[in-house]
């Protein structure tokens, strides 16, 4: 009898020590699972690793407590359809993790999946596309920081770790409530969230509209316009769109 027990329980431990190697490997029927982190490519350019920005001697450029992550392209597809949490980096600190251009991701998940039937924008390409995510400290402390910034930088799946600028406007968002549901497909077009990479305009730019007609009562247009250098071919309806006939015309502006 005490044999058959000891038996019954040799096969319990080893059951269980099946399930918890089991449970400890990735679904690989999940494509949003988090998979183990891709080498970079050599040959690929959008592997490269980038300078790295040291707030050693300008801090106050600089938040203390968030760092922005680039993968590489070979990473960025590798881990394309998951979305990162704080628990992806075990040993940090960290309190949020955001993504940084939503409406990139979205539309390289999309190229993903419909292949040749996508029609959007491919600007980037799959081929080009690094991924940008944010992560936020449970600190705020620059030597914390810049050490966080020491551990991730060379590893091998981020072409750079940087800490986030305050005058930046990498992470520059819509303050438009209505921005993803009337205007968002029009950004995607012209890959305007790209270009806010870059630089969010200047108050000091003056720029001419062609059209039909504006609402010049508009929160965003009222006090913005400068009627002076405007010029009417139809008669000006205060508060009103132009109607059609405007539409008729040849010479409207």
């Not at 970079?40 to 801090?59: Q, V």
């Not at 929160?219 to 250098?229: E, G, K, Q």
């Amino acid at each position: 009898m005490n044999k058959i027990i000891k038996i019954l329980a040799i096969i319990c431990l080893v059951s269980c020590l099946a399930c918890l190697v089991a449970c400890d490997q990735v679904d690989e029927t999940d494509p949003t699972a988090l998979k183990p982190f891709a080498a970079p490519d050599p040959n690929n350019p959008y592997d490269e690793k980038i300078p790295r920005d040291d707030i050693s001697g300008n801090r106050d450029n600089f938040f203390d407590n968030t760092l922005t992550l680039l993968f590489t392209n070979t990473e960025s597809l590798n881990n394309l359809f998951h979305d990162f949490v704080p628990e992806d980096f075990p040993g940090l600190d960290i309190k949020a993790v955001r993504e940084v251009l939503v409406g990139e991701v979205e539309r390289i998940r999309q190229q993903v999946l419909l292949g040749d039937k996508y029609k959007g924008s491919k600007v980037p390409s799959v081929e080009t596309y690094n991924r940008w995510i944010e992560i936020e400290f449970n600190f705020n402390d620059y030597d914390k920081l810049a050490e966080a910034q020491e551990l991730l930088y060379p590893r091998s799946e981020f072409r750079g770790v940087s800490p986030r600028s305050k005058g930046g406007s990498w992470f520059e968002t819509p303050n438009d409530a209505n921005y993803s549901s009337q205007q968002q497909n029009i950004a995607d077009l012209i890959d305007l969230e790209t270009a806010w990479d870059h630089t969010t305009g200047s108050s000091s730019v003056k720029v001419g509209v062609l059209d039909t007609g504006i609402m010049g009562t508009h929160s965003d247009l009222i006090d913005n316009l400068d009627m002076a250098m405007g010029l009417a071919l139809y008669p000006i309806l205060q508060n009103q769109f132009v109607d059609d006939k405007c539409l008729k015309r040849k010479s409207h502006r």
